[in-house]
């Protein structure tokens, strides 16, 4: 396909339904070839990107995917890189609206939020140096104390909301004393392990959404 050609068919895609466009192309399919085909499809991703955002057409392609190979593979490709950054982008919306302060800059300020979370721990490393050091600990006031603070600090950090919406178990101030030694050291190796494993995920959503959408765009780039 010569690059006028491709330019008068951008112009016809710009300005058309792409599900008309889309139900031409398979009346006349067997007319087409592999690279011309791909060709259009990618005209349709860039210029239409809402409408086949919601819309998955690869079952219309299914059976041709012998015989259109390139066209194949730029459809699993897409919608492989379309599923993958709505993954990431529910999993950062989760938090948004399960995070107390409704309005704070989650890609600016998530680091701090982490870090301050760790600091309730002692500790920057991958195991906290309290969370280290509480399978060891001995029975008494102080520890219990300081367990209780370090809860109380998340609570207040994340808010109510957090906790439900991530179905993190609560314990009362009245169950937290009332439980054993070994249960209120297990509680709060759970709370930090869930919390941790949220704010890591939270971490590499944000980090992979950028190589997501540049991907997707590099499918844009036809030759």
Known sequence: MKPEEIDKIENIIKNNKPEEILENILKKIEDINDKD?????????????????????????????????????????????????????????????????????????????????????????????????????????????????????????FGPDFFINYKIKRMTNYQFFDSSFEVKKMYTIYIYESINKIMLTMLKSIKIIPELQENINNIFQYS
């Open 37 to 157: 085909l791909n060709i259009t499809i990618i005209l349709l991703f860039k210029n239409h990107f809402n409408y086949f955002l919601m819309n998955n057409i690869i079952c219309k392609f299914r059976l041709y995917k012998t015989n259109y190979i390139l066209t194949w593979l730029t459809l699993i490709n897409f919608y492989s890189l379309i599923y993958q950054l709505s993954c990431n982008i529910i999993i950062i919306y989760k938090f948004c609206i399960s995070y107390k302060n409704k309005g704070f800059d989650v890609l600016n300020t998530i680091d701090n939020l982490y870090n301050r979370f760790k600091s309730y721990f002692d500790g920057n490393f991958s195991i906290p140096y309290f969370i280290y050091r509480l399978k060891s600990f001995n029975n008494n006031e102080q520890t219990i104390n300081e367990m209780l603070s370090r809860l109380k600090l998340c609570h207040k950090l």
